[in-house]
């Protein structure tokens, strides 16, 4: 009867193929770990001279051995010339993410224009001041129409700008008239346009 691949056990790298599979599969089987440990150097030897990715590595190199260790399922017991890697240092769990606790009430404006904002809010008043209150409040009011034109009014945007600035920028609407931004009409997905 013919062996077919499907029907052997998995291996655990592919790239070294079946026959380095069952050389340390021999290898583990030995009864004496002297002779499993001769015999693992033997093996170490084929890999260094057969592999083009071990080009350069040495028999008593760290990848060859942890390549070893990994093909036996991390369970060779031999006197290991170096440290080699363990199951659970292989595919080490990541470390979780922290994410911000930030509010995310002005995150329609994007966290550049709330640093400018308080940026701006530090700044003896004047000219330079003013202007760029009324510059960053038309972007403010342009985000906003890109976002829910409905909502997009002045006096949200200037309750917003005294809000992020800790009350210190009050701008008075009768002072202050910012631009009419249309707003954008996304297209319905999933509806093709007919042809004429």
Known sequence: MLEYNTALPKLEMREYGRNMQKLIDHCKSLPDKEERTKFAFAIAEIMVGLFPELNGESVTSRKVWDHINMISGFDLDIDFPCEVLGKNELRPKPQAISYSKKSDRFRVYGSNLVRMIKEISKMEGGVEKDQLIFLVANQMKKLLVTENSDSATDTRVFNDIR????????????NYRLNEYIGVIHAQEGKKKKKK
């Open 163 to 174: 809000e992020i600035s800790g009350g210190s920028i009050d701008i008075d609407e009768g």
